[in-house]
């Protein structure tokens, strides 16, 4: 039976008179991987501060078992003297000291006399059996293994970990709590910093871990992957939810449609019975109506759900989308005389939306500040067309003067009067004193949307966008989801956010092992395109892209039969596999189905987890037959037109 880790009862915290939470309650089992999510703003931070004592409470009660372990993993980190690996092996602090025991006491083994040698070898046994129980000959390997999953060279690990970026540090963090494996991993938007290759490692890693997960995120893709239950912080409540985020959002809405139908059908009933009792209460009848009106003061009203209100934002109609909008031709760029990448070549058109991906370090940014003439190519040309209107993205908001108000980076950069500036700003959550604030004291959100109003004031056709999604919350990133997807011009996308990938890409451009490949589709159909291990290498006119590594060039050369037999050889090997996973649902389905499961709440939610992870594999499994199918198709339709 699975071991229950913490159990929280009517949690509360007040700020003042605000109250940012009450009532908050739920348990937490080892093996458990479980998602908190709600607005910014909401609490989420303080919650997990609370938990760990790092905060007061005001009320409730937390209740920990068993000496359970934690590791806690935030937005921010900071560290002393110590290099990478010296940081990572602090988490082995108690082992360390009874390996540097162990030593010692071999060492007064060997010089101890006959009678005091039994009391030593005691001594050792017992410090051993400590050793081996922590897991340390393991010590070194799980060092490695976390710190090579997490991108940290060698080299690096010999770095002192003060040298490194904010990003770099937390990663450090991370690394430091996942390799000693506590009972409890809390982890504060972990992905933030993490390349796609990085997060898709952490999503193994996590799904694996052996004890129970408590992250925050806004990474719904991230959440999807890993977590099978779901906490909503919001409005000061929390709401439990058995699913992953997909499953959370759909139970959401029915919630809310159900609740919402309940509150209306009450307050039909209250004004009938409001109307019988201003009807009746003087004549025949007045005795019913009295007796309804008691009725009506015990009732139990319903509150009105609360219905946040979406956020909106709305590009407006580009003047003129121009047929080419930029162009690289045979670029190699970087710094100095040292390329980052070479000869890459692609053209952008008007009205299309590219996401350009690759490992940190790969040139993306490089890629971008040709674009926008911030840096010169060291050999070829970047053709931008004289139409072409850019509107920059900048993820760490270079495009933000710090030192004037809010309301000033609108008048006085975006040429706008002071009462347009603040009905603008208005629409996009900036209200009252709001827009006094010096942009320099503005959250990372706050920021996000501040820099997403200037661009849209632009009136830009081409956007380049570094990261847009990063600081803001589920809610908005889904608005510039929807206002990234209607906009008529052109998107040059750096994203880690495979959601919003997802939603607006309609090509991939991915950096590998040193080359630029193009993939037509979004995130899931490049994954798809990988998984099936076809080159899916877009070389058109349209989009010209260099393949320098000959055995890339030996795959597009591959006779159309030799490829429909491997397409053949997938598929097949797809659908059995798409076979065996629906009979182990089904199986699995019967056990759900069988009422001694529900006797045992671990066994049920156990069965619950393994429900969720079969439909996301056979989902997946079902998205690389869609992309084999489709090339079959072409396949077969090519050797009918005598292609």
């Known amino acids: 039976m699975s071991e229950i880790l913490l159990k929280v009862t009517e949690l509360a915290k007040y700020f003042g008179e605000r109250t940012l939470f009450s009532g908050v309650g739920f348990e937490l089992w080892r093996g458990e991987k479980v998602a908190l999510v709600g607005p910014n703003g909401a609490g989420k931070t303080t919650l997990l501060r609370c938990l760990l004592r790092e905060e007061t409470r005001d009320g409730g009660q937390i209740i920990w078992y068993r000496g359970c372990t934690v590791g806690y993993v935030e937005q921010t980190a900071d560290f002393g003297d110590r290099t990478v690996l010296e940081e990572l092996k602090q988490a082995y602090r108690d082992v ?4 540097a025991r162990m030593r010692e006491l071999e060492q007064e083994i060997a010089a101890a006399s006959e009678a005091a040698a039994p009391e030593l070898l005691d001594e050792y046994a017992e410090v051993m059996a400590r050793f081996e129980h922590a897991d340390g000959y393991a010590m070194d390997s799980r060092i490695r293994q976390v710190s090579l999953g997490l991108g940290f060279s060698e080299q690096e690990l010999a770095r002192p970990a003060a040298e490194f970026s904010g990003g770099q540090k937390t990663r450090i963090a991370l690394a430091r709590e996942l390799v000693r494996q506590p009972d409890l991993l809390i982890l504060d938007e972990p992905t933030n910093h993490l390349d ?144 980052v990448f070479e000869k890459i070549s692609f053209l952008l058109r008007g009205g299309e939306k590219v996401a350009l991906l690759g490992p940190n370090g790969a040139g993306k940014t490089t890629v971008l500040r040709l674009l926008l003439g911030e840096l010169q190519p060291l050999l070829g040309r970047v053709k931008i067309s004289p139409r072409a209107r850019i509107g920059y993205y900048a993820q760490e908001f270079e495009e933000l003067n710090d030192a004037v108000r809010v ?61 847009p999604t990063n600081h803001l919350d589920i809610a908005a990133r889904e608005a510039v989801e929807e206002a990234m997807d209607a906009f008529p011009g052109s998107i040059l996308l750096v994203s880690h956010d495979r959601y919003l990938i997802d939603r607006i890409a309609d090509r991939v451009l991915a950096f590998e092992a040193g080359d630029l490949n193009s993939y037509p589709g979004n995130y899931s159909e490049y994954k798809a395109a990988k998984a099936a291990d076809e080159p899916a290498v877009a070389s058109a006119p349209t989009a010209p892209v260099k393949t320098g590594k000959p055995e890339r060039s030996e795959k597009k050369n591959t006779s159309p039969l030799k490829r429909r037999q491997d397409c053949v050889r997938q598929l097949t090997r797809t659908e059995k596999e798409i076979t065996a996973l629906e009979e182990e649902l089904a199986e699995l389905e019967c056990r759900i189905n069988d009422p001694a499961s529900h006797e045992d709440p671990a066994l049920s939610r156990r069965l619950g987890e393994d429900h969720e992870r079969l439909r996301a594999a056979i989902e997946a499994a079902y998205r690389i037959w869609e992309a084999l199918s489709s090339e079959l198709e072409e396949l077969d339709g090519a050797e009918i037109r005598g292609v």
């Open 96 to 99: 360390l000291a009874w390996e």
């Open 196 to 339: 796609l290759e990085r997060t898709e490692w952490l999503e193994g890693y996590l799904r694996d871990y052996p004890g129970a997960v408590l992250v925050i995120s806004h990474d719904r893709y991230f959440l999807d992957a890993v977590t099978r239950r779901t906490l909503e912080l919001e409005n000061g409540r929390l709401q439990e939810y058995a699913a992953g985020y997909s499953g959370y959002v759909g139970q959401k809405a029915e919630r809310l449609e159900a609740a919402l139908a309940a509150y209306e059908q009450q307050q039909e009933k209250i004004a009938e019975t409001e109307e019988y009792i201003r009807r009746y209460k003087a004549g025949i009848k007045s005795k019913q109506a009295r007796g309804r009106q008691s009725q009506l003061n015990r009732l139990d009203r319903l509150e009105r759900p609360e219905i946040r209100e979406a956020m909106q934002f709305f590009f407006p109609d580009c003047e003129e989308v121009p047929e080419r909008m930029a162009e690289f031709i045979g670029v190699s760029g970087g710094y100095g005389a040292t390329p």
């Open 407 to 467: 309301l000033d980076e609108l008048v006085y950069r975006c040429a706008l009067t002071e009462d347009r500036a603040r009905k603008v700003l208005g629409r996009f959550q900036f209200c009252g004193d709001d827009v006094f604030k010096t942009v320099g004291d503005l959250s990372g959100g706050e920021k996000a949307r501040l820099a997403i109003l200037k661009i849209i004031l632009s009136g830009a056709n081409l956007l380049v966008m570094d990261e």
